[in-house]
């Protein structure tokens, strides 16, 4: 189950350029959390059977963005990162 806190935290990620200023100065004012806190706590929620079904869109992306990052890491570790544009 969710906490009202990973909730806060998913429909911020949802919706954080809607907030005034930096991304993480709204992270601060908004859940007083420090950036870094924050994305450890997102990186982990994403992770939780009910997050996908509390805010789909969001944690769908998340995961790709996620998977495509491995797999760029992968891919520039197989070719000594020579590969312009991968």
Known sequence: ML???EKSILEFEGSWWLYPGPKDRAIRDYLELS??????VLRRVI?????LSFAPL???RLRR???????????????????PGI
């Open 35 to 40: 950036a870094t806190r924050y994305y450890q």
């Open 65 to 83: 963005v996620r998977e495509e990052g491995r797999q760029r890491r992968v891919i520039e570790r197989l070719h000594g990162g020579d590969q």
């Open 3 to 5: 906490t009202d806190r």
């Open 47 to 51: 992770d939780v059977p009910e997050a």
């Open 58 to 60: 969001t944690v769908r």
